[in-house]
C-alpha cells in the first residue's frame, strides 16, 4: 500500500509557527531520504527540506534558519516545524520521498499553510 498523509496546516499570521506531520506507508518512508515539498498557487512544486534516514538535513535558501524537518523512523512519520513564517510561505505543502516520485508517481493531498501579513 502506497500512503502518504500530510496534516498540521492553517491559517496563521506572519512571524507565527506551524508544524507539520506526515505519515507515509513503509513502502516509501523506509529507509529513504524523506522530504516536504510546497506548491503555491501558479507556481511548481518546490522541495523545501530533506531528512536522510540518519538524520542529514538539508534546506533550501529560502527556508533556511527557519523550518526543521525531522523524522520518527519507528512511527514512519516526518515533521516539519515552521517558525517566523511568512506570507511568501503560503502553499500547499506535501511530504514524499525523493527517489519514489518516479516509481509511484504518488502525492499525498497536502495540507494547506496560508500566512497573513
Known amino acids: 500500500q502506497v500512503q502518504l498523509v500530510e496534516s498540521g496546516g492553517g491559517l496563521v499570521q506572519a512571524g507565527g509557527s506551524l508544524r507539520l506531520s506526515c505519515a507515509a506507508s513503509?513502502?516509501?518512508?523506509?529507509?529513504?531520504?524523506m522530504g516536504w515539498y510546497r506548491q503555491a498557487p501558479g507556481k511548481q512544486r518546490e522541495l523545501v527540506a530533506s531528512?536522510?534516514?540518519?538524520?542529514?538535513?538539508n534546506y533550501a535558501d529560502s527556508v533556511k534558519g527557519r523550518f526543521t524537518i525531522s523524522r520518527d523512523n519507528a512511527k514512519n512519520m516526518v515533521f516539519l516545524e515552521m517558525t517566523s513564517l511568512k506570507p511568501e510561505d503560503t502553499a500547499v505543502y506535501y511530504c514524499?520521498?525523493?527517489?519514489?516520485?518516479?516509481?509511484?508517481?504518488?502525492w499525498g493531498q497536502g495540507t494547506q499553510v496560508t500566512v497573513s501579513s
Open positions: 514524499n520521498a525523493p527517489i519514489k516520485i518516479p516509481v509511484f508517481g504518488y
Open positions: 531528512i536522510t534516514n540518519s538524520g542529514y538535513t
Open positions: 513503509g513502502s516509501i518512508f523506509s529507509r529513504n531520504t
